[in-house]
């Protein structure tokens, strides 16, 4: 494949993570993390047997999907657009996350075994994954910051180790942090019938 | 049938099957806890890897479990881990109908430990990594019980957890990677850093602790303990096997300097933050800092008697933590807020709830004649030879949680009311004595009580 046809999943990545970071609507949010999963699959698929690398792919449309499901079943209200302020505040802290990754990349390539956009990738997810983490207290976001650092730990992981059993223990991790993530969009203040 | 099956698949099956009866809290309760003693004991009198001659009947239980090309392994040395294990969880589930009986405990809650288990079994260990992060995920439906609203603390909980499974796994291929090329010294630099991250995330290690306070305050206390019990103790003896199984961390002078110095920080700190705490579901947030500072301090000693010393401070410890959360959830269950001010003359109204609430506190501080004093005592002791600096910084940690179990006296006994009255029902009452008499017990006999958990320590033959 042509070296430059990487960067094509590091600019799905790039995109959607910042998107993440822009808006509040759902629809969007599961959106870009869809695209995520598909340029981690197109990454991972270069090191790993097409069919295991599916996994990833499988497992991270699963985990939007149920998190999708369960925002419409729980009937929670639509998140407030950000102010523009609060836009710019995570716009900034965004494109230093880029800044970072970008310089930080060629060093840590020494000791992992990856192509440059690959680790961009993976750096930019894992940045923007605990931006996202540390700036909000809603749960779907909260989900979607873990799903998203996580993701991007995947991909060099996948450079390093070829593994069926873990493989398959990532992928019951992100499915089960998504469903985490819908148990508590699911949670309402009613009693519970102990 | 191998040991793997019974202790990490019976358990796993069973909590499946307890979901299914779900809808019969006393019952699904009452069968875990049943099944957790049947396997403790089982732990105890059968031998992994050894012919045993039941009646006419002599099988051999092996000891491991091959999936997937990796294994599971269980030998006779992992015995006593697993007696404790299942101990407590025998434990927790057989007090939770009067505590918290709640349909999710007893399903998740087996869940939780057979997936510890599984963690501490298999083999290579980096899959622990992901074992653990299940444990975690099992946790989180007894946390978050549908009904109460999701808070600060418990997602934060979820984060650190889940922060730590790329550490551990990274560091765990940079072993691999070390151990092809031993001239490479950075390579175990960066494993041992990594390593480092994954279990401060995973111990709530001193800075990333702040969600242990914050996730009791929000959660009932009776859930919270159990987790709050079961999830370090697995860790701890995790980190214990790595530290056995790998090398150069055994023989690293400054992995030790380090861990002593963030247990030093660790006791610093919550005994100061418990010291000044209002809140007491926070406050046994900060006993399990506390703790879990005081077992670092143990394993940074690296000598016999310090892994010792590690060993035998399971015992008070989880007994002084069980008590603490079983007095915590009968006053919730009352709906007496968990604050000073909402305890205040207390002793009057629940004279054992407050003396079990006391006596918990204080046996954790390490006070005369309680569970805590003999294990705090030796530590203070091989600290001196070591660290006076960090003898002064234990001792400045104690002394604050120690003052936290003097205000808490004063506010149990500080009242204006004349008569005295016993409203705790019997189950509680006799749960509660009990309890106390064996904090006293394990203070009075250390010897008794702690000879037997040390053989947890033949899970790890290169410590020493």
Same mark, same amino acid.
């Given at each position: 494949?042509?070296?430059?046809?990487?960067?094509?999943?590091?600019?799905?990545?790039?995109?959607?993570?910042?998107?993440?970071?822009?808006?509040?609507?759902?629809?969007?949010?599961?959106?870009?993390?869809?695209?995520?999963?598909?340029?981690?699959?197109?990454?991972?698929?270069?090191?790993?047997?097409?069919?295991?690398?599916?996994?990833?792919?499988?497992?991270?449309?699963?985990?939007?999907?149920?998190?999708?499901? +369960?925002?419409?079943?729980?009937?929670?209200?639509?998140? !407030?657009?950000?102010?523009? +302020?609060?836009?710019?505040?995570?716009?900034?802290?965004?494109?230093?996350?880029?800044?970072?990754?970008? +310089?930080?990349?060629?060093?840590?390539?020494?000791?992992?075994?990856?192509?440059?956009?690959?680790?961009?990738?993976?750096?930019?997810?894992?940045?923007?994954?605990?931006?996202?983490?540390?700036?909000?207290? !809603?749960?779907?976001?909260?989900?979607?910051?873990?799903?998203?650092?996580?993701?991007?730990?995947?991909?060099?992981?996948?450079?390093?180790?070829?593994?069926?059993?873990?493989?398959?223990?990532?992928?019951?991790?992100?499915?089960?942090?998504?469903?985490?993530?819908?148990?508590?969009?699911?949670?309402?203040?009613?009693? !519970?019938?102990? | 049938?191998?040991? #793997? &099956?019974?202790?990490?698949?019976?358990?796993?099956?069973?909590?499946?099957?307890?979901?299914?009866?779900?809808?019969?809290?006393?019952?699904?309760?009452?069968?875990?806890?049943?099944?957790?003693?049947?396997?403790?004991?089982?732990?105890?009198?059968?031998?992994?890897? /050894? &012919?045993?001659?039941?009646?006419?009947?002599?099988?051999?239980? #092996?000891?491991?479990?091959?999936?997937?090309?990796?294994?599971?392994?269980?030998?006779?040395?992992?015995?006593?881990?697993?007696?404790?294990?299942?101990?407590?969880?025998?434990?927790?589930?057989?007090?939770?109908?009067?505590? %918290?009986?709640?349909?999710?405990?007893?399903?998740?809650?087996?869940?939780?430990?057979?997936?510890?288990?599984?963690?501490?079994?298999?083999?290579?260990?980096?899959?622990?990594?992901?074992?653990?992060?299940?444990?975690?995920?099992?946790?989180?439906?007894?946390?978050?019980?549908?009904?109460?609203?999701?808070?600060?603390?418990?997602?934060?909980?979820?984060?650190?957890?889940?922060?730590?499974?790329?550490?551990?796994?990274?560091?765990?291929?940079?072993?691999?990677?070390?151990?092809?090329?031993?001239?490479?010294?950075?390579?175990?630099?960066?494993?041992?850093?990594?390593?480092?991250?994954?279990?401060?995330? %995973?111990?709530?290690?001193?800075?990333?602790?702040? %969600?242990?306070?914050?996730?009791?305050? /929000?959660?009932?206390?009776?859930?919270?303990?159990?987790?709050?019990?079961?999830?370090?103790?697995?860790?701890?003896?995790?980190?214990?096997?790595?530290?056995?199984?790998?090398?150069?961390?055994?023989?690293?002078?400054?992995?030790?300097?380090?861990?002593?110095?963030?247990?030093?920080?660790?006791?610093?700190?919550?005994?100061? %933050?418990?010291?000044?705490?209002?809140?007491?579901?926070?406050?046994?947030?900060?006993?399990?800092?506390?703790?879990?500072?005081?077992?670092?301090?143990?394993?940074?000693?690296?000598?016999?008697?310090?892994?010792?010393?590690?060993?035998?401070?399971?015992?008070?410890?989880?007994?002084?933590?069980?008590?603490?959360?079983?007095?915590?959830? &009968?006053?919730?269950?009352?709906?007496?807020?968990?604050?000073?001010?909402?305890?205040?003359?207390?002793?009057?109204?629940?004279?054992?709830?407050?003396?079990?609430?006391?006596?918990?506190?204080?046996?954790?501080?390490?006070?005369?004649?309680?569970?805590?004093? #003999?294990?705090?005592?030796?530590?203070?002791?091989?600290?001196?030879?070591?660290?006076?600096?960090?003898?002064?910084?234990?001792?400045?940690?104690?002394?604050?949680?120690?003052?936290?179990?003097?205000?808490?006296?004063?506010?149990?006994?500080?009242?204006? /009311?004349?008569?005295?009255?016993?409203?705790?029902?019997?189950?509680?009452?006799?749960?509660?004595?009990?309890?106390?008499?064996?904090?006293?017990?394990?203070?009075?006999?250390?010897?008794?009580?702690?000879?037997?958990?040390?053989?947890?320590?033949?899970?790890?033959?290169?410590?020493?």
């Amino acid at each position: 494949m042509a070296a430059w046809t990487n960067f094509i999943p590091l600019v799905l990545v790039i995109a959607g993570s910042l998107s993440l970071l822009w808006t509040n609507k759902w629809r969007y949010n599961i959106a870009a993390i869809a695209l995520q999963y598909l340029a981690v699959f197109w990454f991972v698929s270069q090191v790993w047997p097409i069919g295991l690398a599916a996994i990833k792919l499988v497992a991270g449309w699963m985990a939007g999907a149920v998190l999708a499901a +369960s925002v419409t079943a729980s009937g929670s209200p639509e998140l !407030d657009p950000p102010a523009i +302020s609060a836009r710019i505040f995570r716009a900034a802290g965004g494109v230093f996350v880029l800044i970072l990754a970008f +310089s930080v990349a060629p060093a840590t390539m020494d000791w992992i075994p990856v192509h440059s956009a690959a680790m961009i990738s993976s750096l930019v997810l894992i940045g923007m994954g605990l931006l996202q983490l540390s700036m909000t207290k !809603d749960s779907l976001r909260v989900t979607l910051g873990l799903l998203m650092t996580l993701s991007g730990f995947e991909i060099i992981y996948a450079a390093a180790v070829t593994s069926v059993l873990l493989a398959g223990l990532l992928a019951l991790v992100t499915i089960g942090v998504s469903l985490t993530g819908a148990y508590w969009l699911s949670l309402t203040a009613a009693e !519970d019938p102990v | 049938m191998s040991s #793997p &099956v019974i202790w990490i698949i019976i358990p796993a099956a069973m909590g499946l099957l307890l979901w299914f009866l779900r809808s019969r809290q006393p019952l699904s309760l009452i069968l875990a806890a049943i099944v957790c003693f049947i396997l403790s004991v089982l732990a105890a009198v059968v031998p992994i890897g /050894e &012919v045993v001659n039941l009646g006419g009947l002599s099988f051999t239980l #092996p000891s491991t479990l091959p999936v997937l090309g990796r294994r599971f392994v269980l030998t006779a040395g992992d015995q006593m881990i697993l007696v404790l294990l299942y101990g407590l969880g025998a434990v927790w589930f057989a007090l939770a109908p009067m505590a %918290w009986p709640h349909r999710l405990f007893p399903s998740f809650g087996l869940g939780m430990l057979a997936a510890l288990t599984a963690a501490l079994a298999v083999e290579p260990f980096l899959y622990a990594a992901l074992l653990v992060e299940t444990a975690v995920l099992f946790s989180i439906p007894i946390l978050s019980p549908p009904g109460r609203q999701v808070g600060q603390g418990l997602q934060r909980y979820m984060i650190f957890q889940t922060l730590a499974v790329p550490a551990i796994l990274f560091a765990g291929w940079l072993l691999g990677v070390a151990e092809a090329n031993p001239a490479d010294t950075a390579m175990f630099q960066r494993a041992g850093i990594l390593l480092g991250l994954g279990f401060a995330f %995973w111990l709530g290690v001193f800075p990333f602790y702040n %969600w242990l306070p914050m996730m009791m305050a /929000e959660t009932h206390p009776f859930p919270a303990g159990y987790v709050l019990s079961l999830l370090p103790t697995a860790i701890l003896l995790l980190g214990l096997d790595f530290i056995n199984s790998i090398g150069f961390l055994g023989d690293s002078a400054t992995l030790f300097y380090v861990v002593r110095i963030i247990g030093v920080l660790m006791v610093v700190t919550a005994g100061l %933050w418990a010291a000044f705490q209002v809140n007491l579901a926070r406050v046994f947030g900060y006993a399990v800092i506390f703790e879990t500072g005081f077992a670092l301090l143990a394993i940074s000693l690296n000598t016999l008697s310090g892994w010792m010393l590690f060993a035998a401070a399971f015992l008070p410890r989880l007994m002084g933590l069980l008590v603490f959360a079983f007095a915590l959830a &009968v006053l919730e269950n009352q709906g007496i807020p968990l604050t000073l001010e909402g305890i205040r003359g207390l002793a009057h109204r629940y004279p054992l709830t407050a003396f079990g609430l006391l006596a918990a506190v204080l046996s954790i501080g390490g006070f005369p004649l309680l569970a805590g004093l #003999p294990v705090r005592l030796e530590i203070f002791e091989q600290l001196a030879t070591i660290s006076r600096t960090s003898l002064i910084g234990a001792g400045l940690g104690t002394a604050g949680f120690l003052f936290s179990g003097m205000h808490l006296l004063s506010e149990l006994i500080h009242s204006d /009311e004349q008569e005295w009255r016993m409203l705790e029902n019997w189950p509680a009452r006799v749960i509660l004595i009990s309890g106390c008499l064996l904090l006293l017990a394990f203070g009075l006999f250390p010897k008794t009580f702690f000879q037997s958990i040390l053989f947890i320590l033949q899970a790890f033959p290169q410590l020493f």
